[in-house]
């Protein structure tokens, strides 16, 4: 499975997304979802670019602290999302991933 390949040209972005055989519709809201966070990770390198190297070299380490927690969570995002997968097929269960109520994959009443 190769998944989603990336195609950028003159800042023009082409994904192809074939190899999911999902609905456009689908494709698009999932990518939706994740366009507030490239813009604002877009914004950042932009901000940066804008620096002079004094004064980067002065917030070095403000910006890689962050950036080290930023890179963190969405390691941490698509640990999620594998499970979620795992959930899916049926090679996990929710309650080996901190929901004991859900063991065996019963519902429960809310």
């Known amino acids: 499975m190769q998944g989603v390949s990336v195609d950028v040209i003159d ?5 192809d997304c074939r190899e999911f055989a999902l ?10 979802t994740l366009v507030p966070l490239l813009e604002r990770l877009l914004s950042a390198d932009c901000a940066r670019n804008l ?8 917030r070095f380490r403000a ?3 962050r950036d ?13 999302a594998e ?6 097929t049926g090679s996990a269960s929710i309650a080996d991933h901190g929901f004991p109520e859900f063991q065996d994959d019963h519902d429960i009443d809310v």
Do not use: K, Y
């Open 68 to 80: 080290m927690i930023l890179q963190a969570s969405l390691a941490a995002t698509i640990r999620n």
């Open 83 to 88: 499970v979620l997968i795992d959930i899916i």
């Open 63 to 65: 910006i890689a602290a």
């Open 11 to 15: 800042g023009s972005v082409q994904l």
């Open 23 to 32: 609905d456009d519709v689908v494709i698009s809201e999932q990518i939706q």
């Open 51 to 58: 620096l002079s190297d004094d004064v980067f070299q002065r």
